[in-house]
């Protein structure tokens, strides 16, 4: 669904006078330069914009020229100015053509959960918001497709740069609840609506399969700042008639990533000081602080676990900046040169967010290299350039598990089962955090790999592994489903990946990227 205002013949006076706004506003003219356009006073245009004078179907269609845009009289006409494409994609499937190896380099992309954490914060600002080189991934569709949907001009200014307009009034009831249930971020419109709205619906959080995903922790927190949720059915009624600082330090009783971030958010529109314990520091997080720090939010402590924020009432600030790159997609290309037996340099990857991951691969025998740390464009994280040559990787002695940051990434735990696919000798993996997520990397066992199931969270591999091309449709899961992408890499023959949305959800154009490395990935939609 695109930026579409449906004018029909019962349309107010009020109505119309705001799609006219609208439109205006996104094409960039003032009043007074659409006023001369029409040869008319500015006042007179206020009057039509404020709905307090009724037009007839000749004047809107005059107006409509003005705007240069279809715009006509009669029933369900359109003004429908798209500045932004997010239609649902058709279904797309991977034909991959397996065991060639990998060589060059390639830059990490910004990163999904920043990318989402930035379009929900953007809520608390009325002025105008720029987020540079935003990856165009279908969680970003999602997210802009809400944020459409209640009125905000979402502009792809160049290639990569994402222009986000909020409205004055946002219009809750409008709200695409469709794209909404696609995602879990939805979670993150909690707190910046409450500071806006005493009362208001979100539907419940969607994503990717990985077993339920509570969000008690987020209503814990959110309660300490006056926010009341009710779940109904499909949807969180919530109430915030009196937004106020805690009383006391807030303390997360889990480290999660999207609960802090509500945290912050909510701490970011209060006088604080307010203190926020067990805060994740983790990269999204520190993209969020870093962000809001340019909106004039006084946050000390980020990077750990104890944050202290000064909040300011209303934030109206023109503002860029570019989210960091993505420890993640990092981590899936180490693994893609892994299982591939390729030389391959990952270029701008934000060390800082990788050291275990590369630290564990050091003692499973893994051969590379790291350049001298440079900064990324936000002038914050830390990036490097590693270069990976082939190894022959051995088991590592002990089991391997995730933790909140300063841990292993939770997210990059699937990848040490294809590179644990490829060391000689068992690995145990333990990913207690998700109730699914172990079960969906069985599909590895589909082209080759050796793998026991000992329980819902626990994984014993057994390599080294002969991949084998299969046709295999795509888990719904992200991270289980390029691992499988990964492992078809390395797999002699064809394999087939079917239905790759999840994949498409937090990375950009991965088949033509692996493609520039020597990859033969071709994409069929259906
Ligand atoms: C948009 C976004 O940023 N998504 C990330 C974020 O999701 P998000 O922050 O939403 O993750 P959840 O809140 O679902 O937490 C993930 C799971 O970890 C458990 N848990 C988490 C922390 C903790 O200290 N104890 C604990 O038990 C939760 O109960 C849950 O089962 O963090 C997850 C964990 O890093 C990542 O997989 C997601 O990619
Ligand atoms: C689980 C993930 O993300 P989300 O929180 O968006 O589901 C992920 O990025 O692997």
Redesign the pocket.
Known sequence: MGYCVVVTSSSSSPQIGKLIRDAREQRGLSIAELATKLRTEPATLQEVENGSMALSMEAIDRIARALESDFSAGEQEVFAPQPMQTTKPAAMHLTIEGGRRLRGAIDCRSSK?AA??LLCASLLNRGRTVLRKIAKIEEVNRICEVLISIGYRITWINETDLELIRPAELDLAAMDVNAARRT??IIMFFAPLMHSYPEFFLPYAGGCDLGA??IEPHLQVLRHFGLDVVATEGFYHCRAADVHAPKRAVILT??????TENAIMAAAMVPGPVTIRNASP?Y?VQDLCFFLQRLGVQIDGIGTTTLVVRGVRDIDVDVEYFPSEDPIEAMSLITAAIVTKSELTIQRAPIEFLEIELAILEEMGLDFSITEEYMADNGRTRLVDITVRPSQLKAPIDKIHPL?FPGLN??NLPFFAVIAAEAEGQTLIHDW??ENRAIHLLDLAKIGANIQLLDPHRLIITGPTKWRGREVTCPPALRPGVCLLLAMLAAKGESVLRDVYVINRGYEDLPNRLNALGANVQVTTS
């Open positions: 959960n989402v954490a879990r971020s995903r509570t889990e480290r999660g990533d999207t609960v983790n999204m909140p939770i997210d955090v998700y």
